[in-house]
């Protein structure tokens, strides 16, 4: 359980860090309340999972899921660039996040 806690975690960072871009700097509402809710979620369901996952693994999954969704999201709904840098960028990040879930076990 400590393991879908997390990972539902690191995806409400991507919607929290989705609706903050919307928010306009916190100048629109609905996106402002969007953003303050997932963010709590978020930091509850990391605390619940971070009962049973050591805290580097943990936090580093966590942010690897947000970093990974937010440049996801950024590119799909955002319009953002996507080059063979920015691709090669995720892919460590990637590897970065297998290579810490299998040193976790």
């Known amino acids: 359980m400590p393991w879908i806690y997390l990972v539902v975690a690191g995806i409400l960072e991507v919607v929290w860090a989705f609706a903050m871009k919307q928010s306009d700097g916190f100048s629109r509402l609905v996106p402002t309340l969007i953003t303050v809710t997932a963010m709590a979620v978020s930091l509850w369901l990391l605390a619940l ?26 590119i799909v709904f955002l319009g953002e660039p996507l080059n063979a840098a920015r691709i090669l960028a995720a892919l460590l990040i990637v590897s970065g996040l297998v290579l810490m879930r299998v040193a976790s076990a």
């Not at 971070?50 to 950024?74: E, K």
């Open 49 to 74: 999972a971070m009962r049973s996952i050591p805290l580097g693994t943990a936090y580093t999954i966590w942010t690897g899921i947000g970093a990974m969704g937010a440049f996801v999201v950024g």
